[in-house]
């Protein structure tokens, strides 16, 4: 299954046939297994639930696959965007890790990560300035996103004074700011009542698919799986099926 608006004009454009793809990928922590021996291939457009008891290696698996954590074993391969070969992520220097990750990832974490002393405005502008944006266009970029995700108005608003389903609406809304190829979030509904979770859930999957953008998504709530095209499940640190 396949809802996204952008879908249909995938054939005309020469698709990629995967963003991201993972063989044998393995985490371990100080004789803890994380992560072991995972196959993972995300394509374009689609939006991918990871789902998991608690301590079942889903944080892990999001982190190998974003290049945060390196893996200890097995590889994991990013396509370019360009269609000039792929690269990959553990034979990056980590400075062009850290600069593929701010070029090509958006993410979205449980509390939002988001700096308490900017505004919203500032906060969805942070990754465009970080990577070198005239000022003028990262503002009118995040005031777009803003926009997007129903908070017109709020941009000059400190976090402090945002409700918690704004502030998550606000981490959600930086994701996509710089035009990443994937979007990456860790439980981002995980601190939201249910009423909540469902609308910020609605603006994830808005800003998060896109015909040549995929959404990665670490939850434990079964309805919010249930809105993705496939569930990959977890169980101490393996992946033990799809749906
Ligand atoms: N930085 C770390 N140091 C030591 N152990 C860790 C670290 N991160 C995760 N672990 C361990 O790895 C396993 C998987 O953790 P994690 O990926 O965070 O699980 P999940 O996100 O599914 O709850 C757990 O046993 C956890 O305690
Ligand atoms: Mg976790």
């Known amino acids: 299954m396949n809802t996204n608006p952008g879908s ?8 990629l046939r995967w963003l991201l793809r993972a063989e044998s990928a ?4 100080a004789g803890t297994r994380a992560l072991i021996g995972a196959d993972v291939r995300i394509t374009p457009g689609e939006s991918v ?42 034979a990056l220097s980590e400075d062009a890790r850290s600069s ?4 090509r990832f958006g993410f979205v974490f449980q509390q939002g990560m988001l700096l308490p002393e ?4 500032e906060n969805v ?9 005239a000022r003028a266009e990262a503002s009118a970029r995040a005031e777009f996103e803003l926009t997007r995700l129903g908070l017109a108005g709020l941009g000059e608003r400190r976090i402090g004074q945002l409700s918690g389903g704004q502030a998550q609406r606000v981490a959600i809304a930086r994701a ?5 190829s994937l979007i990456f979030a860790d439980e981002p509904t995980g601190a939201l009542d249910s009423h ?8 994830l999957l808005q800003a998060g698919c896109g015909p040549d953008r995929a959404l990665l998504v670490v939850t434990h709530d079964a309805q919010v799986a249930s809105r993705c095209d496939r569930i990959i499940r977890l169980r101490d640190g393996q992946i033990e099926g799809e749906v």
């Open 8 to 15: 249909s004009t995938e054939a005309a454009r020469p698709a």
């Open 125 to 133: 502008a942070l990754p465009l300035l970080l990577a070198g944006t």
């Open 100 to 103: 593929l990750r701010l070029r």
């Open 196 to 203: 909540t979770a469902d609308g910020v859930l609605d603006a």
């Open 176 to 180: 996509p700011v710089t035009g990443p």
């Open 26 to 29: 393995s985490k371990s922590f």
């Open 49 to 90: 639930a990871i789902m998991g008891p608690s301590g079942s290696g889903k944080s892990t698996l999001l982190h190998v696959l974003a290049g945060i954590l390196p893996a200890d074993a097995g590889t994991v391969i990013l396509n370019r965007s360009d269609g000039s070969g792929h690269d990959d992520l553990a």
């Open 118 to 121: 900017l505004t919203a405005a």
